[in-house]
Nanobody, 116 residues
Framework: QVQLVESGGGSVQAGGSLVLSCAAS??????MGWYRQAPGKKRELVAA???????NYADSVKGRFTISRDNAKNTVYLQMSSLKPEDTAVYYC????????????WGQGTQVTVSS
């Protein structure tokens, strides 16, 4: 089956940076993105990118986070800068295979902790 392997999470002080990566097995996905979920809150979309490079960002991260993908490596990245304590959450990679499949896949999640 499809596997999404995430890496890059960790702990950082406010103002710091982290880069998350998500390597997908097999398929090239129509869209890939990052969601996050903090304790007591619902999961929210952070950023998404299409196979053609079109991107969308949550308002809360615009100007601070950058999503990119390498189709040759079937990998999506999330560059996070100027991190805030409010960014603390478990970050999940998501990949969507459209067309006749219309299937969404999720990574296992990686913890990002931002301290003051």
């Amino acid at each position: 089956q499809v596997q999404l392997v995430e890496s890059g999470g960790g702990s950082v002080q406010a103002g710091g940076s982290l880069v998350l990566s998500c390597a997908a097995s097999g398929n090239i996905f129509n869209a890939m993105g990052w969601y996050r979920q903090a304790p007591g809150k619902k999961r929210e979309l952070v950023a998404a990118i299409s196979s053609g490079g079109s991107t969308n960002y949550a308002d809360s991260v615009k100007g601070r986070f950058t999503i990119s993908r390498d189709n040759a490596k079937n990998t999506v990245y999330l560059q996070m800068s100027s991190l805030k304590p409010e960014d603390t959450a478990v970050y999940y990679c998501n990949a969507y295979l459209g067309g006749e499949y219309r299937t969404s896949y999720w990574g296992q999640g990686t913890q990002v902790t931002v301290s003051s």
